[in-house]
């Protein structure tokens, strides 16, 4: 990780030589360990690709079959889930949300028009005297 | 080379954060599944793509490299059953195997919505008072025109089930806003019959009782941020009215978990704190646990402090390095494994739950954090105040530092725009961990996810470079931390209870709301 420079030369085919410059280790049980690193990490590279290689149509089958169990799974549960339903308000819901509008509108109109508004105010305020101007606010 | 997992215990000196074989193992790769290994010292961990695992003593993992475990051993019938020997597979099982455990990845868009009402904020946070405004300046609220789109909007992403998430700024400063918009979408969710859940992000100082009686009546979750004991909350989380934040939050959660024990519909409303660690926490686990203890909570979040946006900028203040921050965690987690073990406490850690989630149960626990494609875009959005929308809350909070590279479309675009969107596409592609030389080989990649905003902001990169990344290496080291806990009975015992107690609540998928609909699909 980070600990040397590598040079990778020679023919892809044929041999390739690694040469590892370390990056801070100076002295040969630095240059010794290193060596020992690498080795161990190829060797652990040489398996990991076998076994990928090995299973690498097994486990594009297993995944198939996972896509083909999710998508069954998922249309027996709720059908027609992958598009929205279409929205249907109905005009009792059109009218609720006209109200709710109506009744948002004019409460953000009457916390603008207060001069200082009730935000910026209520943030200065300690805790407990913001609660109570709350209070009196909304039993005005 | 140190072959061994080193869990919190410091940094990995080899030539990977992956361990290497035993020296000198003979390999015979023929016969073998496909599988990840971490040596563990005298065992080592073997995993597969189907979230299946198994625990080998040091001997029988070399047996098994060399294709020396026979059919007639117990071992090789364990290993074959969970889809370890290439010529036993039973494909449908492994199958659903895979789609129990990355059921995310089977469902449509989005389900987690951020909306961000306002930037403002009356508390002057360490790690974020950059990324908000004074509480005067009112032009970072949503408007109603605002809200209404962005409700229009996160109703045409395809999930079934949404959750929409209020953040700030401090929320409940644009009050009417939240209230449209839980109304709104509630008629939204009747009409289109679909699952919707809703939750509040809030610092409590500015909650009333009739605040809490509409969040209650509506069904919205309560969630706070409660980082310990008040001289380190306090030094965290400055609040501008004066006075101390931390007793207004340990009021209003002592307040609301009295209402919630006192009535049934209530109960799946008791609030739920997050808690940052700082450099302040580093030293004061134990207490920590101890004030979430003696409020009655059931969990506690022990999450580290994630360097992006404004926490960046202050990191040399307030950061710290990860294996400091999985040394707080493993003696933090001891110390509340040791409360239940002692029957002191039943307190669970939540990373600790949504791994075993994983690992234990086989199930996706729903969150996005953890998650590969990474849940950026194909998981969650967040919603700017000014209608613009980002790949994730830390997204955002990158725009708000002055780099909109995470903007991926605005609430009048439509759902396909925004899944189009190149950054969209961008970041699914560079979070899909079989590209990624280390993740592809790990151990832990089955249970792992990716985060691209974490890579951009530490290595300019959404992609990331593993082996020298300290969000592979906090989770790297979790994990290893969880895994050795898991093989002590003691231990063990303790995970299966929180499993069995735990009903995987996340803010994602959790309770429903009394009288909503509920899809099947969801449910
Ligand atoms: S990011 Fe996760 S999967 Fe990738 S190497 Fe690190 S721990 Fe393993």
Known sequence: MDRAYALVSGDKAKVLTVTLRPKGARGADDLAALKRDFEAELAAQRLRWAVARNNRTVREYVVENALALAKEFSERAAPGAAAPAAEQLTADQRSEIERLIAEVETEISAMNAQAKGPDPKASALSWEAAQKAEKDGSSA | ?523
């Open chain 2, 1 to 523: 080379m140190g072959s061994g997992a080193e869990g919190g215990k410091g940094r990995f000196l080899g030539l990977s954060r992956l361990t290497s074989l035993p020296s000198g193992a003979r390999t015979d790769p023929a016969g073998l599944g496909f599988f990840g290994f971490r040596d563990f010292g005298d065992w080592v961990l073997i995993t597969n793509d189907y979230g299946r695992w198994q625990m080998l003593e040091k001997n029988d993992f070399e047996r098994f490299l060399a294709g020396g475990v026979k059919p007639g051993e117990v071992l090789h019938e364990e290993l074959s059953g969970r889809g370890f020997i290439r010529d036993r597979m039973d494909f449908g099982d492994l199958a659903a195997s895979y789609v129990r455990q990355n059921s995310f990845r089977f469902i449509p868009g989005p389900s987690l919505h951020m909306v961000v009402v306002t930037l403002r904020c009356n508390q002057k946070c360490r790690y974020c008072h950059s990324s908000v405004v004074d509480p005067s300046r009112t032009d970072t609220d949503m408007d109603l025109e605002t809200a209404r789109k962005t409700v229009d909007f996160i109703f045409a992403t395809p999930n079934p089930s949404l959750c929409i998430e209020f953040q700030g700024g401090e929320p409940l400063l644009n009050w009417p806003i939240v209230k449209f918009i839980v109304e709104y979408a509630q008629a939204k969710a009747k009409a289109q019959k679909r699952r919707l859940l809703l939750a509040l992000v809030n610092n409590f100082t500015l909650m009333t009782d009739d605040k809490l009686q509409f969040l209650i009546d509506h069904g919205v979750s309560i969630c706070t941020s409660l980082d310990g004991p008040a001289d380190l909350h306090d030094a965290n989380r400055p609040f501008l009215g004066g006075g101390s934040a931390q007793t207004k939050v340990v009021s209003w959660v002592k307040r609301i978990m009295a209402l919630a024990q006192t009535d049934d519909i209530r109960k799946p409303y008791m609030p739920s704190a997050l808690m940052t660690t700082t450099r302040l926490s580093l030293a004061r686990g134990p207490e920590i646990v101890d004030l979430y203890r003696d409020l009655g909570m059931e969990q506690i979040f022990l999450r580290p402090l994630s360097p992006i946006g404004y926490a960046k900028r202050v990191w040399g203040e307030i950061g710290y390095d990860y294996a400091d921050f999985l040394r707080f965690y493993e003696e933090t987690l001891d110390y509340i494994l040791e409360l239940n073990v002692s029957g002191r406490s039943g307190i669970m850690e939540r990373n600790a739950l949504i791994l075993l989630t994983k690992i234990v149960k086989g199930e996706d626990p729903g969150f996005m954090d953890l998650r590969w494609p990474a849940g950026t875009v194909l998981g969650c959005l967040a919603y700017n105040y000014d209608g613009r929308i980002f790949v994730s809350d830390e997204g955002r909070m990158v725009d708000h530092q002055g780099d909109p590279i995470f903007n991926v479309g605005t609430v009048t675009d439509s759902w396909q725009d925004v899944l189009d969107h190149p950054t969209s596409r961008a970041c699914v592609a560079a979070s899909n961990l079989e590209t990624q030389p280390m993740c592809a080989q790990c151990a832990y990649k089955p249970w792992c996810g990716a985060e691209p905003v974490f890579h951009y902001e530490m290595q300019r990169s959404i992609a990331g470079q593993m082996p020298t990344s300290p969000w592979c290496g906090t989770h790297m080291g979790i994990f290893d931390i969880l895994l050795k806990r898991l093989r002590e009975p003691k231990t063990r015992a303790v995970f299966d209870g929180w499993l069995e107690r735990d009903l995987c609540q996340w803010q994602e998928n959790g309770p429903t709301i009394p009288g909503q609909p509920v899809t099947e699909a969801a449910s």
